[in-house]
């Protein structure tokens, strides 16, 4: 049995079985980085042609910040999670619209003691895992990954930032922290995730689309005059439905998360959103649990979003021209998860 020893210096024997349902850049960036450090690792897919791949030439990390990259590691895979069987942990990285799809196909690794893990973008995963498993083996957070996926199995990890995830089990999310300390990626655990996911939303919300609908680099949206003023009213939309849902906010002003908005834009050089990616594969993107999320939830409290309503149904308008008006069937597995949007 490996021995892990931590940065903070205390020794730990346990070996963690994780099942990570969702092997697509981050799935295999946090997959194959704890099975390299000897966790007991299995990536769930649902594409046989693409577990085929992986299974036969494993799992590679090339990463800009990492000490321990390049990292090629052997991890199995599979559609079947019946062959995994309960998981101590079982982390969700497929796209936010798959999220209940997902989770039900592969419920053969959720036990009565499995802790799952959504670290996916969107604010609904959270509240929708809940109803599916037992709320109080729920955490969720945001993983401040960069990550391109340049093939099945094969990572670039361009940065990361501090990741932040938690809910009621606070002593489980310190043993999900102790993974994070031995990979070296920065994390911040809290009880309640909720503010942690909607300042991500508000970042999503107002940089992702218009990334995709212009094609323009990150760093020349906060140059524009005209995309700054769609930006504000898309986050002031925004923070209107967080502050009619009650979400416990973080926020010290709307022009203050606004200027941090745009200075991330300005560092981003060479940062592309998952939407546009997905775009740009002719995937289906996470528009609807972004700011499509916002027009729904802005029903439900009576509240005008009509700059988010319109970026959604331009957005959908894009993939209609590459699915078809009845073809939602393509995934999308979390391609990044950068804080810049």
Known sequence: MPVHLPSNGEIRTFVM????????ALGCLFGGVFA????????????????????????????DVLEDAPISVDVPITTDAAEVGPADLVIVLVGAHRTHEAVEEHRDCIGPETRVLSLQNGVRNYPHLRELVDPERVLAGIAT???VLEAPGVVRHTGMKTSVFGGPDREFAARIGELFDEAGFPYEIVDDPRPALWQRQFVKVTLAPLSSLTRLPTPELAESDHLVGVMERLLEEALSVAEAREVPLEVDSKDRLLQSILRRCREASGHKSSML????????????EMNGAIVEMAAETDVDVPYNRVITDLVRGLEEGYLGTDDYSVDLEVGEGTSSG
Request: proline share 2%; no cysteine.
């Open 36 to 63: 390299a450090n000897g966790e007991d690792v299995r990536l769930l897919h649902h594409r046989p042609e693409y577990v085929e791949h992986v299974a036969d030439n494993g799992v590679h990390v090339h990463s």
């Open 277 to 288: 990616q997905a775009l740009e594969a002719g995937k289906r993107t996470e528009i609807d």
């Open 17 to 24: 079985k994780i099942a990570v349902i969702g092997a697509g």
């Open 145 to 147: 990954q960069g990550g």
